[in-house]
């Protein structure tokens, strides 16, 4: 694996990471919404928007060198980030149905991976 190929897939993976975080904060944020515009300028949300933002960033630099038929699928590994923020912030359930979920994303991702 070349350097540059091994740090867009780097890139790619902080940012599925980082917006992963983004989706907790913008959940925290929602929780304080009221019918007031300016609710939507509280703290958590702000911050979940914030990491969206920086995560596209990390993903632009992530794709610029690299393959986005192989690096865009690695995306969707911030489903598996968001499922065990879920259940560490949220105590959402963490259900079988989940497990072969996440199974199928991972399964996914290294079979697409294995066409580069």
Do not use: Q
């Not at 867009?8 to 989706?23: C, D, N, P, Q």
């Not at 879920?86 to 959402?92: A, R």
Request: one cysteine or more; a positive charge.
């Amino acid at each position: 694996m070349s350097p540059v190929l091994l740090r867009s897939m780097l890139l790619v993976l902080s940012a599925s990471f980082v917006g992963s975080f983004g989706a907790v904060f913008l959940k925290v944020g929602s929780g304080r919404l009221t019918k007031s515009p300016l609710s939507f300028l509280n703290g958590p949300l702000v911050l979940g928007v914030a990491l969206y933002l920086g995560s596209s960033g990390l993903f632009l630099l992530g794709i610029k060198n690299g393959d986005l038929s192989v690096l865009y699928p690695m995306v969707s590994l911030g489903y598996i980030w968001t499922l065990v923020w879920s259940k560490l912030f949220f105590n959402e359930p963490f259900t079988r149905n989940k497990c072969v979920g996440l199974g199928l994303i991972l399964l996914g991702v290294f079979f697409v991976g294995l066409g580069s």
